[in-house]
């Protein structure tokens, strides 16, 4: 597969994103419960930018807003988009399981929802994308054309 | 003790966990991958374990892999050359391994390494190198 031009900082807001709004849902929730719709609204955000790149909530902000304004610079790198994709699947497929969990098993939803957001923010700190290498990974065992 | 707290404790556990099995993974796959053999050379060289997925390689590796000189570096896209990728026990990328030069790795490096790492390594793979030298003259 090709690589291709995939501008860096709007995958940094994208992780900027889902830092804050589980932090938001996960502090927020304690003063004020129903701020936990805000870990099955990420989910579908997450979701729908997988599949549909122009739904993705937080890079449309990066695209529309942050990028025009100067706000953020890019950052424009040669690589491939598909293990980012996956990443960010795999991010919203746990903040659905999370979300399952909110209502009857409170913890497991917010742990679940935490580990999403440790996950983001390794990867927006240090670069290391856990996803991206569950995706080589799954290339390496054949199980997906990685 | 409230969710939120119960919550925080769970997933710091995972998060401990996870560290440790990633720690106790890269020590069993480095001791396994440090007695692999690759070709000889005239002096110690690098095998870097890529692949175009890996946006690290392209973002961190690379660039530091720039800064070191005078070194010869063996680029590996690791699912196309999966039986050295199998024999260095490649499960992540990148993956840096300092050879020696009779072919005889001496440092692993699973993720990132750094300029001054890889320098180091190379610096000890040299001297190494030298006293074998030394010994055989």
């Given at each position: 597969m090709a690589l291709t031009t995939i501008d860096h900082s709007a995958l940094k807001v994208n992780q900027t994103g889902i830092v804050a709004t589980v932090l938001v849902a996960f502090i927020g929730s304690y003063f004020f419960?129903?701020?936990?719709v805000l870990i099955p609204l990420l989910a579908v955000v997450l979701l729908l930018g997988t599949f549909?790149?122009?739904?993705?909530l937080f890079k449309q902000l990066y695209f529309k807003v942050l990028k025009p304004r100067g706000i953020v610079k890019p950052r424009p790198v040669q690589d491939r988009p598909e293990p980012h994709n996956f990443a960010q699947g795999l991010g919203g497929v746990f903040l659905v399981v999370s979300s399952l969990f909110l209502l009857p098993l409170p913890v497991v939803g917010l742990a679940i929802a935490l580990l999403v957001a440790v996950l983001a923010f390794i990867n927006l700190a240090f670069g290391y994308c856990v996803g991206c290498q569950i995706y080589y990974q799954l290339g390496r065992a054949g199980l997906i054309k990685a | 003790m409230s969710s939120q707290l119960w919550a925080l404790a769970a997933a710091g556990s995972v998060v401990l966990a996870a560290a440790g099995l990633e720690l106790w993974r890269s020590a069993a796959a480095r001791r396994h991958a440090l007695e692999a053999k690759s070709g000889p050379a005239v002096e110690p060289y690098i095998i870097y374990f890529t692949g175009e997925g890996c946006t690290v390689c392209r973002t961190h590796q690379e660039p530091a892999l720039a800064r070191l000189h005078d070194v010869r570096i063996d680029k590996v896209d690791a699912l196309a050359d999966r039986g050295l990728a199998d024999r260095f026990h490649?499960?992540?990328?990148p993956t840096t391994v300092v050879m020696s030069?009779?072919?005889?790795?001496l440092h692993v490096n699973y993720g990132y390494a750094p300029a001054n790492k890889l320098e180091r390594q190379l610096a000890e793979a040299r001297r190494e190198s030298d006293m074998k030298e030394t010994a055989t003259a």
């Amino acid at each position: 597969m090709a690589l291709t031009t995939i501008d860096h900082s709007a995958l940094k807001v994208n992780q900027t994103g889902i830092v804050a709004t589980v932090l938001v849902a996960f502090i927020g929730s304690y003063f004020f419960r129903p701020l936990l719709v805000l870990i099955p609204l990420l989910a579908v955000v997450l979701l729908l930018g997988t599949f549909a790149p122009q739904l993705a909530l937080f890079k449309q902000l990066y695209f529309k807003v942050l990028k025009p304004r100067g706000i953020v610079k890019p950052r424009p790198v040669q690589d491939r988009p598909e293990p980012h994709n996956f990443a960010q699947g795999l991010g919203g497929v746990f903040l659905v399981v999370s979300s399952l969990f909110l209502l009857p098993l409170p913890v497991v939803g917010l742990a679940i929802a935490l580990l999403v957001a440790v996950l983001a923010f390794i990867n927006l700190a240090f670069g290391y994308c856990v996803g991206c290498q569950i995706y080589y990974q799954l290339g390496r065992a054949g199980l997906i054309k990685a | 003790m409230s969710s939120q707290l119960w919550a925080l404790a769970a997933a710091g556990s995972v998060v401990l966990a996870a560290a440790g099995l990633e720690l106790w993974r890269s020590a069993a796959a480095r001791r396994h991958a440090l007695e692999a053999k690759s070709g000889p050379a005239v002096e110690p060289y690098i095998i870097y374990f890529t692949g175009e997925g890996c946006t690290v390689c392209r973002t961190h590796q690379e660039p530091a892999l720039a800064r070191l000189h005078d070194v010869r570096i063996d680029k590996v896209d690791a699912l196309a050359d999966r039986g050295l990728a199998d024999r260095f026990h490649v499960y992540t990328l990148p993956t840096t391994v300092v050879m020696s030069s009779e072919g005889r790795a001496l440092h692993v490096n699973y993720g990132y390494a750094p300029a001054n790492k890889l320098e180091r390594q190379l610096a000890e793979a040299r001297r190494e190198s030298d006293m074998k030298e030394t010994a055989t003259a």
